[in-house]
C-alpha cells in the first residue's frame, strides 16, 4: 500500500474510534500510525510496534502543549499501560476490539530467570579468551567492549550444553558449520582479538564497530565511572529480553552516586522512547532515580521534556565522543 494512501486510512481510523468528539478535527503528522488533538487533549494510534512508541506519542502530545494523551493501540496495550503509569504526565492506554476500545490492563514485568548452573560452568573460557560474561533474562554470553561474541547454548538435538562463537544466532551457526572441529577457547581467543580490534577508539569503520553502539558506551561507562559522577557502575539485565543483536535496545547499569543507586540506562541514535524503557528499568531494579546517557549529538530538547514528565527523577546527560 502507498505511504499516502495508509496514512490516510490510519487518519480516518483514528477519528472512527474517537468518535463524535472527533468532528471537526484533522489528524497531524505521526510516522508511528495517526494522531490528533481534541480541545486540548491529544489522541494517538499506534499501528508500528506500539511497544517501541509510547514514547513518540508522549513527544507528539508534548510538543503540542496537551493537557493529556490517550493511547489506542490493538496489540502490546498491555506493556504500554504499564509504562505509562510512570508518568506524571495523564496517559491513558485503551486496547482496540473491533471497531471500539476498552481500558487496557497492564502487564507486569516479567520475572528474570537465573542461568543454569550447568551453563555458568563456561565463566571460565569466556574469561579466558578476554571477553566479559553478562547474564541476561537466563542467558549467559560473552561480550569485547559491549558486542557479544558467544551465548552458552543448549543444542536441540542431544540436549548437551555448549558455548557457541558468533554474533548473533546466524553467525554462530556458521561459525559452527566452518570452525566446529576447532577447541572452544582457542576459536573464542581469535574471535576476541579481531573484535577488540574493530571496537577501539580511531578504529577505521566497520561493520563490528556499528553494532551495538549502546552496549560499547556502557563498556566505557564501566571503565570510567566518574564520567557520570559515579563511584561505581555495574551492567544490570534490562528490564525486558531485547529481540536480538542487530536492533539498536538500550541497556541497563546500576550506578553508584553519593550512596543512592541509580539506574543508568545507555542509548545511541534519536530513541524517543528511551524514556518509558527507563521507567521499566527504573521499576526493574527498584531504584527511583535515573540518567539515561546518549552521546551529545542525541541529546535533543524533547528527550528532556519526556524525560521531565516521568513519575521518576530521570535526567538525560548528553557526552562527547568518549576516548
Not at 489528524?27 to 487533549?41: R, S
Not at 482496540?96 to 490492563?105: E, F, Q, W
Not at 547474564?135 to 540436549?159: I, K, N, S
Not at 558449520?177 to 573464542?188: D, N, S, W
Amino acid at each position: 500500500m502507498e505511504p499516502e494512501r495508509r496514512t490516510q486510512l490510519l487518519a480516518m481510523k483514528l477519528k472512527a474510534l474517537i468518535g463524535v468528539a472527533a468532528a471537526g478535527c484533522e489528524p497531524g503528522q505521526f510516522g508511528a500510525g495517526a494522531a490528533m488533538m481534541v480541545g486540548t487533549h491529544a489522541w494517538a494510534l499506534l499501528e508500528q510496534q506500539p511497544e517501541r512508541n509510547l514514547g513518540a506519542a508522549v513527544a507528539w502530545a508534548l510538543r503540542r502543549d496537551a493537557t493529556g494523551l490517550t493511547v489506542l493501540a490493538d496489540r502490546n496495550s498491555d506493556v504500554l499501560a504499564r509504562r505509562a503509569a510512570g508518568f506524571a504526565f495523564p496517559i491513558e492506554v485503551r486496547h482496540i476490539d473491533g471497531t471500539s476500545h476498552v481500558a487496557a490492563a497492564t502487564e507486569p514485568l516479567p520475572v528474570v530467570a537465573d542461568v543454569p548452573a550447568a551453563h555458568r560452568e563456561w565463566t571460565d573460557t569466556i574469561v579466558a579468551a578476554g571477553a566479559v560474561p553478562v547474564e541476561e533474562h537466563g542467558v549467559l554470553a560473552g561480550e569485547v567492549r559491549g558486542l557479544e561474541v558467544c551465548r552458552v547454548v543448549v543444542d536441540t538435538h542431544t540436549g548437551a550444553v555448549r558455548l557457541d562463537v558468533g554474533i548473533g544466532a546466524d553467525d554462530r551457526e556458521m561459525f559452527q558449520m566452518l570452525h566446529g572441529g576447532k577447541p572452544t577457547l582457542e576459536a573464542l581467543t581469535d574471535v576476541v582479538s579481531f573484535v577488540a580490534a574493530q571496537r577501539i577508539p580511531g578504529a577505521v569503520r566497520h561493520p563490528l564497530n556499528l553494532l551495538a553502539q549502546e552496549r560499547l558506551l556502557r563498556f566505557h561507562l564501566i571503565d570510567h565511572p566518574e564520567l557520570v559522577g559515579a563511584q561505581s557502575l555495574v551492567p544490570a539485565p534490562p528490564p525486558v529480553q531485547r529481540p536480538n543483536l542487530k536492533d539498536p535496545v538500550p541497556c541497563v547499569a546500576l550506578a553508584e552516586i553519593d550512596g543512592r543507586r541509580v539506574a543508568v540506562v545507555c542509548s545511541s541514535g534519536v530513541d524517543l522512547d528511551v524514556v518509558p524503557f527507563t521507567i521499566d528499568a527504573c521499576s526493574a531494579l527498584g531504584v527511583d532515580e535515573a540518567l539515561i546517557v546518549v552521546p551529545a549529538r542525541d541529546a535533543l530538547p524533547i528527550q528532556h521534556r519526556i524525560a521531565a514528565a516521568a513519575r521518576a527523577t530521570i535526567t538525560v546527560l548528553g557526552l562527547d565522543a568518549v576516548a
